[in-house]
């Protein structure tokens, strides 16, 4: 049994990784479910500390997901109607699959700048912001998952 649970613990922390690239599949929960479920086993025992730093760690980068591309919109110049557009193409492009959640954002910012008055080419600056602030949170929720398998590697050998 305890074999198993290890092999479902890796698993998670396989699918948790391919679900930070992956549209849908929230990845770095999968990931910190492995790492529960590699707890129940013997073999590992992660520190309550450990768990409840790793949980809050999840619930932070799984919010910073919705919020990085807005953030990248403001920070290549976006106004507030290329924040917004922004924000609402992320959960618009959650319908749309892998495409619209990286089109998504992207769309909605320029769309929003073009709404609220600006020229194209600095709407299209606000959507490659957005764009920049998707990878950005791939990068965090990649790093996020790396750390995890790296400590339930470290934990079990």
Same mark, same amino acid.
């Given at each position: 049994?305890? /074999?198993?649970?290890?092999?479902?613990?890796?698993?998670?922390?396989?699918?948790?990784? /391919? $679900?930070?690239?992956? @549209? +849908?599949? @929230?990845?770095? @929960?999968?990931?910190?479910?492995?790492?529960?479920?590699?707890?129940?086993?013997?073999?590992?025992?992660?520190?309550?500390?450990?768990?409840?730093?790793? !949980?809050?760690? #999840?619930? #932070?980068? =799984?919010?910073?997901?919705?919020?990085? @591309?807005?953030? !990248?919109?403001?920070?290549?110049? !976006?106004?507030?109607?290329?924040?917004?557009? =922004?924000?609402?193409?992320?959960?618009?492009?959650?319908?749309?699959?892998?495409? +619209?959640? /990286? #089109?998504?954002?992207? *769309?909605?910012?320029?769309? &929003?700048? %073009?709404? $609220? &008055?600006?020229?194209?080419?600095?709407?299209?600056?606000?959507?490659? +912001?957005?764009?920049? +602030?998707?990878?950005?949170?791939?990068?965090?929720?990649?790093?996020?998952?790396? %750390?995890?398998?790296?400590?339930?590697?470290? *934990?079990?050998?």
């Amino acid at each position: 049994m305890e /074999i198993f649970l290890l092999i479902l613990a890796f698993l998670c922390m396989l699918i948790g990784i /391919i $679900g930070c690239i992956v @549209p +849908g599949l @929230p990845g770095t @929960p999968i990931a910190y479910a492995g790492l529960w479920i590699a707890q129940i086993t013997d073999r590992v025992d992660f520190s309550w500390q450990f768990m409840l730093i790793w !949980g809050i760690v #999840v619930v #932070v980068v =799984s919010a910073l997901d919705y919020v990085i @591309p807005a953030w !990248g919109t403001k920070r290549y110049g !976006g106004t507030k109607w290329g924040v917004w557009g =922004s924000t609402i193409g992320v959960f618009v492009g959650l319908f749309f699959g892998a495409v +619209g959640v /990286i #089109v998504g954002p992207l *769309a909605g910012a320029v769309l &929003g700048e %073009l709404l $609220g &008055g600006k020229e194209v080419v600095q709407a299209l600056k606000a959507g490659w +912001g957005s764009f920049v +602030g998707l990878l950005f949170g791939t990068i965090i929720k990649l790093v996020c998952c790396g %750390l995890m398998t790296t400590a339930l590697i470290q *934990a079990i050998w």
